[in-house]
């Protein structure tokens, strides 16, 4: 069965404190590793696509990278406004739909 | 903005009643997802639609049943509802490159 696991569940971080945010996964035939950001009571919002180990992929202070078995979603000098839930997805080749993990929530502080 | 449009934004209804959820896609996206989202079980793929057909169906109850029209807007209908049925509902729909874009959602509350 695919499995997504995230974490941490929730990250407190000091504005400009650089960290990580982990996405372990088990799938049969990766089609392909999603990240999302998700605002409270919004829908999720598209950030990066990762296809193959060794990809990076970079959006302002974001930077995601995929290996074998996990993704690494870095954010460097995070703002306030990075503040969200950050979701992983993975999307296997027998199927279109995604399986989401269950979500990191970050918290970042002035 | 993802392009896809969802209503209602909320709908507060009671228990045993029945509710229909809307969705209209991005323009020339073909596919239409449905997804819920509970505190406690993160988001959940329920059914996908591609041009009017059933293409995949995820952890959905007997209870939901969903469709997607000729124009390829998309409805779910929720009946014989429970408490526990209350929720977050999005839809997304996705290009040929795979991702997909979600609406805003609508969110529920059976009483």
């Known amino acids: 069965e695919d499995q997504v696991t995230q974490s941490p569940e929730a990250l407190r971080l000091q504005e400009g404190e650089s960290s990580s945010l982990n996405c372990s996964y088990t799938v049969s035939g990766l089609r392909g590793l999603f990240w999302y950001r998700q605002d409270p009571g919004k829908g999720p919002e598209f950030l990066f696509t990762l296809y193959s180990a060794g990809e990076e992929k970079e959006k302002e202070r974001l930077k995601a990278t995929l290996t074998k078995k996990e993704s690494f979603l870095h954010i460097t000098a995070p703002k306030p406004e990075d503040s969200a839930t950050y979701l992983c997805a993975v999307g296997i080749n027998a199927g279109n739909m995604l399986t989401f993990g269950g979500g990191t929530r970050l918290m970042v502080k002035p | 903005d993802s392009g896809v449009t969802q209503t209602p934004k909320h709908l507060i209804t009671a228990t045993g009643q029945r509710v229909t959820l809307r969705c209209s896609p991005r323009?020339?996206?073909?596919?239409v997802y449905w997804y819920q989202q509970s505190l406690d079980q993160g988001l959940q793929f329920l059914i996908q639609?591609?041009?009017?057909?059933?293409?995949a169906k995820g952890n959905i109850l007997e209870r939901f049943s969903a469709q997607q029209f000729p124009d390829l807007h998309s409805e779910l209908n929720l009946s014989s509802l429970e408490l526990g049925d209350s929720a977050l509902y999005f839809c997304?729909?996705?290009?040929?490159?795979?991702?997909?874009?979600f609406g805003e959602g609508s969110r529920l509350t059976v009483l």
């Open positions: 639609y591609y041009n009017g057909e059933e293409r």
């Open positions: 997304a729909s996705s290009s040929d490159t795979g991702e997909l874009f």
């Open positions: 323009s020339g996206d073909l596919s």
